[in-house]
């Protein structure tokens, strides 16, 4: 294996970025540029949720490859909330539905709060992302930009070049644009909409339109959506910014603007007649900019996680906000998710947030505890990580933070579980107070999980008096030993030990032993693990329970 294959992925994208000599479609040399550029943007036609993260979370990746490599980095997120509207989100007023097919930057703020739908939602998503995942992207908007001029000089080269526009885009069409076709979008002056205007004529900069009825079908769906047009005949400058470019070429004018060296995308980008494709012939042959290397990547096309085997989508309200992720679990494990084999579909469960949690956990002690270093391994690590922590943290289990903080009041829960981290060897040594706050975050983690995700096996409810209905009376009668013999001085081992002696002397298998245990203890078959069950409770409050048998 050749040493850039053997890298993790963002350092072989870093690599081959810095080595880069060449355009992709046209022969021009490249000069490596003093500041690398990398762009991430999401369409803002609904509300920006962990799947959008996705795209921020995997571009930062590269960002780190290229600042560990020395380089300087600009790394932008644009909002395109030049896009209309398309459905009317979950969580979003139904009343909504009356700016479908406007601007996203033209909707106002759903709860009043700020100027727009745009600065409402984008800047939650970017802050929540800079504060809690780690990444420090600038907030660009296209309607911003367009509308100040910042694109003005490259919309005109792209005018002034349209039968080259129409040639590039006419290799992915299966029937030919119309001669006169132009990839001018206005907004309509007299009802605000962008989707429904159809571009009539041109006279140099002055495009004529007509704001017409408009019918599109939804993604995956057979159903279309009719959007009613005013009727109304205008005229639009292309250089004053109420309007945009027609997605494709849109795209390669945005790498030439803002001089974009790196921009990943999902799948269907990727096509052989994928928008990713005509946007860099247009970039080069036109507007002089190389396509964003390189074209197809260790990671292009990426593949997006699903939820329970379904695409997350805010109209549908199967997402959560990146700014409501770290109330119920750590932010690193979602880091970790998008950055393990980005190119492989996987599917997310928030049910599985302890799984996930555990595996982030695993990695993180190899990291701290293991010379022999698994170098991709490690780099994942570091990658996921939010801030490389100074000595490796407490070991708390999700598991055994969510059963904690449903059984034990929130003023002791730091002192049960150091007690029960402890005894079970996962801790060594006094908590300093950094250590402390880490066990609390999440402590409070698991107590939101719980409450919104976890599923019954995940529930532990305390009886103050045994269940007994339904158990042998060999299962009672290794209750009545667990009652007799349990002392609060037992550690991990010589409890495991006891309870095994127990179920040996009564003939139960494990699990008829355990089964009874649960039952009488919580009032199911299963629970969390025994030991640490057990230490948490305290012998007290078990033989307490245990009193009726």
């Known amino acids: 294996m050749s040493e850039t294959k053997s890298m993790f992925w963002a350092d072989q994208i870093a690599e081959r970025m810095i080595n880069r000599k060449k355009f992709n479609y046209i022969d021009k040399e490249i000069k490596k540029p003093s500041k690398f550029v990398i762009k991430s943007s999401t369409s803002i036609s609904g509300v920006p949720h962990i799947g959008n993260a996705c795209d921020v979370i995997r571009h930062d990746a590269v960002v780190r490859a290229l600042k ?58 970017v802050n929540s992302l800079k504060e809690n995942f780690g990444t420090n992207q600038e907030f660009l908007s296209t309607a911003i930009e367009y509308r100040k001029g910042t694109f003005s000089k490259y919309i005109k080269t792209v005018f002034n070049n349209l039968d080259l526009v129409r040639e590039i885009i006419n290799k992915v069409k299966k029937n030919p644009v119309d001669p006169n076709w132009n990839p001018w979008k206005p907004v309509c002056k007299n009802c605000g909409k962008i989707i429904t205007t159809k571009v009539i004529s041109r006279e140099g900069n002055i495009v004529q339109y007509y704001c017409d009825d408009y019918e599109f079908k939804e993604f995956g769906k057979e159903a279309y959506t009719k959007l009613k047009g005013c009727g109304h005949k205008g005229e639009s400058d292309i250089l004053n910014g109420n309007g945009k470019l027609l997605w494709r070429v849109e795209w390669g004018m945005l790498w030439a603007a803002w001089k974009v060296n790196f921009e990943g995308a999902g799948k269907e980008h990727f096509m052989p007649t994928g928008s990713f494709w005509t946007a860099g012939e247009i970039a080069e042959k036109i507007l002089g900019w190389a396509e964003p290397y390189p074209g197809k990547n260790p990671i292009q096309p990426y593949e997006y996680l699903t939820l329970n085997n379904k695409k997350m989508s805010a109209s549908k309200g199967n997402v959560v906000a990146t700014w409501e992720w770290p109330t119920f679990a750590p932010p690193q494990i979602l880091r970790m998710l998008f950055l393990k084999k980005p190119n492989k579909v996987r599917d997310f469960s928030y049910q599985n947030i302890p799984i996930y949690s555990n595996e982030f956990d695993q990695m993180q002690k190899l990291y701290f505890t293991n010379k022999e270093k698994n170098i991709q391994m490690s780099r994942l690590y570091r990658m996921s990580e939010v801030e490389i922590p100074k000595k490796l943290p407490p070991q708390m289990p999700f598991g055994i933070a969510t059963m904690i903080s449903q059984i034990i009041p929130e003023n002791k829960v730091i002192e049960k579980a150091e007690y029960l981290l402890r005894n079970l060897e996962l801790i060594k040594g006094k908590l300093n107070q950094e250590d402390k706050i880490y066990i609390k975050t999440r402590m409070k983690m ?104």
Request: net charge positive; proline share 5%; aromatic share 10%.
């Open 446 to 549: 698991a107590k939101n999980w719980i409450r919104n995700y976890g599923e019954e096996q995940y529930i532990v409810n305390v009886l103050n008096e045994a269940k007994i209905d339904g158990l042998s009376e060999k299962q009672i009668a290794a209750l009545k030993d667990i009652k007799t013999g349990l002392t609060s001085k037992m550690k991990e081992k010589e409890l495991k030990n006891y309870l095994y002696s127990i179920s040996e002397k009564h003939g139960l298998t494990a699990k008829e032993f355990y089964s009874a245990f649960y039952t009488a203890v919580i009032g199911k078959s299963y629970g969390p693990r025994t030991i640490p069950l057990i230490i948490t409770l305290g012998s007290d409050k078990i033989k307490k329970i245990l009193e009726i048998v």
């Open 68 to 125: 560990d490599k020395g380089e300087k980095v600009r790394f932008i997120w644009v909002a395109e909330d030049m896009d209309p509207l398309r459905k009317v989100p979950a969580g979003i007023p139904k009343e909504y539905s009356k700016y479908l097919g406007m601007p996203v930057a033209d909707i106002p703020c759903p709860e009043g709060c700020c100027k727009s739908y745009t600065e409402h939602f984008c800047n939650k998503f």
